[in-house]
């Protein structure tokens, strides 16, 4: 583990939702000295303050170990696994089609789930002057 990495990941990550020192140190049962330590690359989190610290940035541990956010890996999926997910900070609409740890703005996006439409919200394929237009009754969130 590079401390000076790590310690510039807490910081962004920390940032990025807006906690100060004290809040993040409240959120573990620390004192904020202790996270000002570990930013700076003066020190590192024990490795039982992992698993709290992952949690409460909304990473994996292994990126706080290594110290980067990583993109996912590039692999053929299959359309019947589909997964949604969207940015709790952004509103990013993104998918897979494989298994997939997905990260936006900093943080661990949750896995949403295509539902079947019914009948008020089913498609409406139309024609006009040549152009097909595809409409659905439904707020798309």
Known sequence: MNQIKTGKLIRF???KQNLTQLALAEKMNVCDK???KWERGCGAPDISLL?????ALGVETEALLKGTLEE???SNGNMKKIKFYICPECGNLMFSTDDANIYC??????????????REHSLKITSEGGEWYITANHEMR
């Not at 698993?51 to 949690?55: M, N, R, T, Y």
């Not at 703005?105 to 019914?118: R, T, Y």
């Open 72 to 74: 996912n890996d590039m």
């Open 105 to 118: 703005c900093g943080q661990k996006a949750v896995p949403l789930f295509a539902q079947k439409a019914n």
């Open 51 to 55: 698993p709290l610290l992952s949690d």
């Open 34 to 36: 202790t996270i000002s």
């Open 13 to 15: 990550l920390r940032q």
